[in-house]
């Protein structure tokens, strides 16, 4: 007679964190145009461009945050200004399930990388609206700017105990209660 071998009980699975966008906003729009018209008219050569991003975060309620890319681009041409804009755009994200390690890179990498094309959609349509060719960003690697900060903010607390340094390098640079 052939015996019955239990089955072995199923072992619980942890439950993945989720990430749930629950809307999206432009906070602050600023563009300027100093030379206009003839920043458009007199256009020989190629301008110069400084572009810069950050990623901030504030908690909104329990499982609730405000991300906000702030990306800022300036065009020159022979040491005049032909444009400057300033995005501020948001996003605000749902997360459930995330424990304290997961919720640093979550907040400043995966968010943010949900949100950079609508806010870069929305600088190219400006720069083009202002009477420019439009601006078209590169993608992001969010991750590697997380990690620059996280050595940044490490290298701030080399002053402070060894393991202090390290935990704090875990918790996001720019989240704010």
Do not use: H, W
């Not at 461009?49 to 702030?70: H, P, R, S, W």
């Amino acid at each position: 007679m052939a015996e019955d071998t239990p089955t072995p009980a199923p072992q619980p699975t942890a439950t993945a964190p989720t990430l749930q966008l629950v809307g999206q906003y432009v906070r602050d729009l600023s563009f300027e145009n100093p030379g206009a018209p003839g920043s458009i008219l007199n256009g020989t050569g190629t301008p110069n461009f400084n572009v810069a991003i950050n990623v901030g975060v504030k908690k909104q309620a329990d499982d609730l945050f405000a991300v906000e890319l702030t990306l800022t681009a300036k065009a020159e041409r022979a040491e005049a200004v032909l444009f400057n804009v300033e995005l501020v755009y948001g996003g605000v994200f749902r997360i459930k399930g995330a424990n304290d390690q997961q919720m640093a890179p979550m907040l400043m990498i995966e968010c943010p990388r949900l949100i950079f094309p609508f806010a870069r959609q929305v600088l190219a349509q400006v720069t083009q609206q202002g009477g420019f060719p439009p601006l078209m960003m590169e993608p992001v690697d969010f991750t590697q700017i997380y990690r620059q900060n996280i050595q940044r903010l490490a290298q701030q607390n080399a002053g402070a105990s060894g393991t202090d340094a390290l935990q704090n390098a875990d918790a996001p640079p720019a989240l704010k209660n």
